[in-house]
Structures are given as structure tokens and as C-alpha cells.
């Protein structure tokens, strides 16, 4: 399984390059793409050694890649950008020749995601973050991802389409002032990264028109706590909340307490949520 680069050309191993030369086949996502990249870096490959193996044809042509396998061959997969098997094809193929009993060896690179990770300034000392990947496409089922997204304390990675950004945006606007992070088109010429509330990201996109262009990996970034056995200020919330919208109660309890709006805005959406469950 070998990562390549996820926009620049230069973010390719060695030992990649190593690999790519000497396998007997190439399997890959998209047969006329690899031949363009490995074009890039000078390797000539014949076209009877490339394997197309995509999400449609995943379990068919995993069976092609262990018939090779097993006849003594060594050959490598790529998917189109990144490391395979990361939302993208390839785990299926993973799973197929491991239970043939055949040898699966990674050979590690270029990751959107932990790319994205690496900048968006997370500070946590567990170092814990949740890998979510693509949200669902329809309205009421994203809805649902994101409430569940509200009350994870961890950092959690997403990614998303430019064709569904601003869906995405609108949906993850109810968190609030959680820190984003958003990372658009990493490694490429128009690389942006920008960390703000959550609230803000419908209109950031919206501020300039190239800013919705692009494939994006987001960092929500994790929920902020309260201080441990300050009970007050969650007190005070839950005599306001009935009577005041949320951001009026979290501003005079931010008021009365002096605990930061952000933890009070927190426990606020957490017990409007448990008064919605019961």
C-alpha cells in the first residue's frame, strides 16, 4: 500500500519511488492518472502492468491482485491521492489478501488528514482526535452527525467536497463559538488554512468565492471544558435557560460567575440537548 503525494509532486518517498519501479504490477485507482504521475518522476510502466481497482470493481479485481500475489508477483497499490484505504479504495482489497493468508506491508506518506491536523494548533494532551471522514449528504441525517459532533470532546477530522462545503458549513454552524480549522487544498499553489468559531464558516466561504473551491479536511477542534468542581456556573444556566435564549443566558451567567463564554456555551448546548432527549 504505497501513499503518494496529495497535490505536490515532491512529497513522494524514496522508497516509493522505489517500490513503484520494482513491483511486477500496479494496481490503482485510476490507470490514466498513475501513469501521469509516475510519468512525473520518469518511470515508464507498460499498460498490461496496471490494475485498475476502484470502489466498483473493489472485490472483483482484489481476487486479480491475489491470483498475481500467489503466482510469486509483488504488487503495489495507490489510489488516486494520499494514502489508500484513508477514504479511499483500498481496504477491501487489505481485508481480501490478508485472509488469503498473504502479506499486506504500508509503505507511508503523504495524508491529508494528519496534514491537516499538524496545523490547526490542537491543544490536547492525550493527543486523542476522531477521525469522521465525510459526513452524510442528506440534510437531516447530517443534522444528526453534527449533534452528535457537539458533545465529543476530542478533536475530530472531517472532510468534504467543494460541491458540499457550504451544506456542511451551514450545518456546523450550531456549535458555535468551537473552534475550525479549515485546510483547502493542502500541498497545493492555493494552500489555505484558517482557524475560526464554527459560527463563522458560512460566512468566511461565503467572503470570497475561491474560498469554496477545493477538496477540505476540517479540525473541529475539542469542546472546551469547564474547571473541574465549578459547579456555579452550570447552576446558574439551568435557572436562565428556561426563561432567556441561549446566548443571553450564557452572557449574564459569563456575567454573574466570571467562568469563560465558551465553557458556559458548552454546557449550555449540552443541557438544552439533555432537556430535548428527555
Avoid at 71 to 99: F, K, W
Avoid at 145 to 154: F, G, I, N, T
Avoid at 205 to 225: D, I, T, W, Y
Amino acid at each position: 500500500m504505497v501513499a503518494t503525494p496529495i497535490g505536490n509532486l515532491a512529497d513522494i518517498t524514496l522508497r516509493a519511488l522505489h517500490v513503484l519501479q520494482l513491483v511486477d504490477a500496479l494496481a490503482c485507482e485510476d490507470t490514466r492518472h498513475t501513469q501521469s504521475l509516475l510519468r512525473a518522476y520518469g518511470i515508464e510502466r507498460g499498460g498490461q502492468t496496471l490494475l485498475a481497482l476502484h470502489q466498483h470493481n473493489e472485490a472483483e479485481a482484489a481476487q486479480q491482485v491475489i491470483a498475481r500475489l500467489q503466482a510469486g508477483q509483488r504488487v503495489a497499490y495507490v489510489s488516486d491521492a494520499g494514502t489508500p484505504a484513508v477514504s479511499d479504495p483500498g481496504a477491501r482489497l487489505v481485508a481480501a489478501v490478508r485472509s488469503a493468508g498473504l502479506s499486506v506491508v504500508p509503505l507511508p506518506g503523504a495524508s491529508s488528514v494528519i496534514a491537516a491536523l499538524s496545523v490547526a494548533g490542537v491543544v490536547d494532551e492525550a493527543g486523542a482526535f476522531v477521525f469522521a471522514g465525510f459526513l452524510p449528504t442528506k440534510a437531516g441525517e447530517r443534522a444528526t452527525a453534527v449533534q452528535a459532533l457537539a458533545s465529543e470532546p476530542r478533536a475530530v477530522l472531517l472532510l468534504e467536497a467543494p460541491h458540499r462545503i457550504e451544506a456542511l458549513a451551514a450545518a456546523l454552524a450550531v456549535l458555535g463559538p468551537r473552534p475550525l480549522t479549515v485546510a483547502r487544498e493542502l500541498t497545493k499553489q492555493f494552500e489555505q488554512i484558517s482557524t475560526l468559531p464554527a459560527a463563522e464558516l458560512p460566512a468566511w466561504l461565503a467572503a470570497e468565492a475561491n474560498r469554496a473551491r477545493g477538496e477540505f479536511v476540517l479540525v473541529l477542534h475539542p469542546r472546551a471544558q469547564p474547571a473541574t468542581g465549578d459547579t456555579q456556573g452550570q447552576r446558574v444556566l439551568e435557572l436562565l435557560l428556561p426563561e432567556l435564549p441561549v446566548k443571553t443566558a450564557v452572557r449574564l451567567a459569563a456575567e454573574i460567575t466570571g467562568a469563560p463564554r465558551n465553557a458556559l456555551y458548552e454546557t449550555a448546548l449540552k443541557l438544552k440537548q439533555g432537556d430535548a432527549a428527555a
